[in-house]
C-alpha cells in the first residue's frame, strides 16, 4: 500500500491514520505543481484530478478523495476503532463531520492558497469565512468533549486536525477559538502524529 502526499496537505490525515493503524505502507511525496512524484512518474497517471491524497492499493486500485481513504482504512482495520460501524447514526455523523470538513472548511483554505499576495480586504474576507467554518467545531468541543465523537479518537479528528493546523502557515490567529487550540494540543501529541508529520519533514 502507498501514499502519495504533500508535506502538510491534507494527505497528512490518511498518513496519521497509516500510521494509526500501524502497518507496513510505503509514501511517496508529490510535487502537484509539477505532477511529478519523487521517483518522476506522471502523477496524472496514479490520480488524473492531480491532486493529493491518492492511496494505492495494489496497482489496479487506487483510491482518492481524503473522506474515502480514511473509511477505507478504519473499516479495513476494525480493531483500531477509528470509525464508528457501518450503518450507525454514529457512523453518519462522522460522515457529516467528514464532510463539513472537506466541503466547507478545506474549501475556506483555498484564497489563502492561491499563490498569490492577497490584498486586506481579500484577507479579511477569507478570514473570517475560516472563521465561520471553525465557529461549528468550537461549539461541537464546548461541551467537553476531546474528539469529534466524544472520548474516542476517529479518522475524523484526524483530518479536523490537519486542516485547523493550516491556519499556522496562513497566519490566521485562532486564539479566539479555546477549545480547537486544546484539541489540536491533544492530537499533535499522538505518536501516530508526531510520527507522520517526522517523516513529512514538518518536525525534526
Ligand atoms: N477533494 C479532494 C481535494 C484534495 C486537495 O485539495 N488536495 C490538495 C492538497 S490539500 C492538492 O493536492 N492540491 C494541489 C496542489 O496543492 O497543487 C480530497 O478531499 O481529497
Redesign the pocket.
Known sequence: MKLYF?PG???LASHIVLNEIGSSFDIEAVD??KGKTASGADYRTINPL????ALEIDPENIL????AILQYLADQNPTHALAPQNGTLERAKLQQYLNFI?AEL?KSFGLF?SGRDLTASERETGTSRVYDKLRYFENILSDGRTFLLGDKFSVADAYLFVVTSWTGFVNIDISGFPKLTAFLGQVASRPAVQTSMKAEGLLN
Not at 492531480?50 to 491524497?53: E, F, S
Not at 482518492?64 to 473522506?67: F, I, T
Open positions: 504533500k496537505a491534507c494527505s502537484t505543481a492531480g491532486y493529493v491524497p482518492v478523495e481524503g473522506a472537506s478545506h492558497f
